[in-house]
């Protein structure tokens, strides 16, 4: 079983401390939710954890290794992906070509390559759309495909912040299938939500 752990993170901008001792762990298969109102350092967490902005103390372990001070492309070997808030998709490229563009970052023979997009499509409930321009999808369509990016990478973890916003209550509950999906897959899912 994997697990995702920090201890005691800490990040400060000038004298404002926005982020100060945050601990936390995700297991395999496991939902864990961050929860606090806009400004509590939520994402900036998330920002820490992936290796966006270095945390001033603290530390991040994958299964005990320490990855504190890892760059973010070598974190996302060890299994780390993050969804951001904000559209995370290519606006002028098709569904399958966004999947393919990750897809194609890896080591993949052309047929492996072919095989694992067909099963992110279905997993995904995203066939029907395959052929159509990101720019086209709702919101709910585009957390999907974000989502089949991600686990393009074969992910252990997922770091999903905001997943909620900016979609309507029946992408909502979508979204919600996505994430018992991606649990029952064996992989730890770190939310965020200001609803709280």
Known sequence: ???????????????????????????????????????????????????????DGGEITIDGEKVTHLPIHRRARLGLAYLPQEASIFRRMTVSQNIEAVLELHDYSP????????????????????????????????????????????????????????????AVLDIQKIIRFLKERGIGVLITDHNV
């Open 111 to 170: 047929e492996e390559q072919t095989q694992r997009l067909e099963a992110l499509l279905n997993d995904l409930h995203i066939t029907h759309i395959r052929n159509n321009p990101a720019i086209s999808l709702s919101g709910g369509e585009r957390r999907r495909v974000e989502i089949a990016r991600a686990l393009a990478t074969d992910p252990r973890f997922i770091l999903l912040d905001e997943p909620f916003a900016g979609v309507d209550p029946i």
């Open 1 to 55: 079983m994997s697990e995702l752990r920090t201890e005691s993170l800490k990040k400060s901008y000038r004298a404002r401390t926005v982020v100060q001792d945050a601990s936390l762990h995700v297991s395999s298969g496991e939902v864990v939710g961050l929860l606090g109102p806009n400004g509590a350092g939520k994402t900036t967490t998330f920002y820490m954890i992936v290796g966006l902005v270095a945390a």
